[in-house]
């Protein structure tokens, strides 16, 4: 049959089970937004106040559901402005396909309006970047897209496609989606190998990355941390990637990971890395981490081996394939003394937050309260600062794609886009973003996102008038000089709220956490919560940089805090 290109992408969409896209409609896409109207009944189309929301949107939808995520925008600005959810995307290896329009053929090159040269910008934050030139190669180059984005460890992808392309016809013959094909495994000896190093270790340590969750391999991980009796640890991007109300969890590992974490990478005699890349805020000091053990990492990239540490031995292979041909080769462990005594590490260094004053609201009461409330299949995106770090901490995640939070790149103003995103795939499941007052002006727009399309997601702002990680920081290494971090300013988030649409509530004092989140959770439509807190509360335990994770600082001697003469301190 013969169809526009923009209608082939429609169809390609469709073959990819492809239900919603997140954009935003402008000169170079009219083509394409107009198709999306013609197929309105079985393509959704989400619109967001900008851009980079739709990028972020796309990404929490895939990370919630697996899926590829889909987001649209016009030339020029409207691309550029995906640049940094494409990054967020690339740097946690999440799979999204970004559609951009550009100036027609005939003025590429020519410094035309609102053009640029998208595909150069993005290359080195993608898997692939495709400029289309030919109507014809439109469907391929889409299912292409497709299946790059979803093979190996997965990423973005990038189709830019003229707009007299998107116009022209040409024949279209639907064929089936093309799935991934299965990677290769290790060899057996080398899986051999790996199994007698596992039946010898005394003391193993297992520890889980974002891999873990990306290859839909948490059954296969939490089998082999049974079969191993060993504590597990896990970074950021694998937090529900294990059981985390199992005793043999001990919490995050890294620079604001538990103290219990730090002691078992100093005391084990191996460290088994399964789907993780080694970054530096888990290494920290690269010298001296995992010094006193052997390492068995077990990962889909060849490039992540060996790029950031050393290792005794590799596995190359998606996560869950490479578990599922180990795990016969295990017989059942019992490691009782190592385990007592990983339990006695996380009885002596909880994680927990000091109240100063009668009625003083906590973060970790807060989210604690969330998290009981909320119940386990609860989705919890966030921005990025101290915030995330403490929903990281302090909420109990039990299952996989229920935390969605900027890793790599460190995105603030992800949270919310994420949210939207989470919400869309997940339309029955509780979602929540937490949220700092910096992040929350970078994205509040995209409350009327909220208000408009009726997406009944809770944002929970801890508003402490500063850039609290900044902030942080700005203590331990900067003498207290608090260059630009405070955000002490007139808005009043709970009003704005109100102007895009959306309820607010407050909770001002401890006795009502749990009365306030119960309303919003119970509200049915968008609500916004504003919970004012410390500004001088901290991200501890902390490991500061080119120090030695097994280190943590656990307890910050401050002289400024709070414009009271008190300290703040977990």
């Known amino acids: 049959m013969m169809l526009t290109g923009a209608q082939i992408l429609m169809e390609c969409l469709l073959e990819q089970g492809v239900d919603t896209v997140f954009g935003y409609p402008g000169g170079a896409v009219l083509n394409l937004y107009d198709a999306l109207y013609e197929y309105r009944a079985q393509i959704r189309r989400i619109r967001t106040a900008h851009e980079q929301a739709a990028a972020h949107a796309a990404d929490g939808y895939a990370r919630a559901s697996g899926k590829t995520g889909v987001c649209i925008a016009t030339s020029g600005p409207g691309a550029t402005n995906l640049v940094t959810g494409i990054a967020t995307a690339c740097a946690d290896s999440v799979p999204v396909v970004a559609v951009t329009g550009n100036v027609a053929r005939p003025l590429l090159g020519k410094n035309s309006f609102q053009e640029v040269d998208i595909t150069s910008i993005t290359r080195p934050v993608t898997k692939k ?194 578990l599922r041909k180990l795990l016969p080769l295990l017989k059942p462990q019992k490691h009782t003394e190592w385990r007592e005594l990983a339990a006695e590490w996380k009885h002596e260094y909880p994680l927990c937050q000091t109240e100063q004053e009668p009625e003083e609201v906590l973060p970790q009461d807060v989210l604690e309260t969330l998290c009981r409330l909320a119940g386990p299949d609860a989705v919890l995106t966030t921005e990025v600062g101290q915030h995330q770090m403490w929903a990281a901490q302090f909420v109990t995640f039990r299952k996989p794609r229920t935390f969605l939070t900027s890793g790599g790149l460190g995105t603030m103003g992800f949270g919310l886009g994420a949210a939207i995103g989470a919400k869309t795939a997940k339309p029955n499941r509780t979602v929540v973003n937490v949220a700092g007052d910096g992040s929350f002006r970078m994205n509040c727009a995209e409350l009327s996102t909220l208000a ?101 600082i656990l307890e910050m001697d401050e002289s400024i805090c709070c414009g009271r003469d008190r300290v703040c301190v977990l």
Not at 221 to 247: K, R
Not at 263 to 285: E, N, P
């Open 452 to 552: 408009r399309e009726k997406i009944p997601v809770v944002e929970l702002v801890f508003s402490n008038s500063t850039l609290g990680m900044v902030r942080q920081w700005q203590k331990l290494f900067y003498g207290g000089r608090f260059s630009a971090s405070d955000v002490e300013d007139a808005v009043d988030c709970e009003k704005l709220a109100e102007a895009f649409g959306v309820a607010a509530m407050t909770i001002s004092e401890k006795s009502e956490i749990e009365p306030v989140l119960e309303r919003a959770l119970a509200y049915g439509g968008p609500v916004l919560v504003n919970c004012p807190v410390c500004k001088d509360l901290n991200v501890l335990p902390m490991v500061p940089a080119n120090a030695s994770v097994e280190e943590p």
């Open 129 to 322: 970047s495709v400029l289309v030139r030919d109507v014809s190669e439109l469907a391929e180059v889409l299912r292409d897209a497709f299946f790059v984005a979803n093979s190996g460890r997965k990423g973005p992808v990038l189709v830019d496609i003229p707009k007299d392309v998107s116009a022209q016809k040409t024949e279209f013959v639907p064929v089936p989606a093309r799935r991934a094909e299965p990677q290769g495994l290790p060899s057996p000896q080398s899986f051999r190998r790996a199994a007698a190093m596992l039946q010898e270790s005394d003391r193993p340590f297992l520890y889980g990355g974002g891999g873990v969750i990306a290859s839909n391999a948490s059954k296969e991980f939490a089998l082999l941390a049974e079969t191993l009796d060993a504590p597990v640890s896990c970074s950021l991007m694998c937090q529900g990637g294990f059981d985390q109300e199992d005793e043999r969890y001990l919490g995050m590992l890294g620079m604001h990971g538990t103290k219990a974490s730090a002691q078992a990478i100093k005391t084990c005699d191996l460290l088994i890395a399964v789907g993780t890349r080694f970054s530096d805020r888990v290494l920290c000091d690269g010298q001296h981490f995992a010094r006193n053990c052997r390492i068995l990492q077990i990962d889909i990239d060849p490039a992540e081996f060996g790029k950031n540490i050393g290792v005794n031995l590799r596995l190359q292979g998606d996560i869950g394939a490479v």
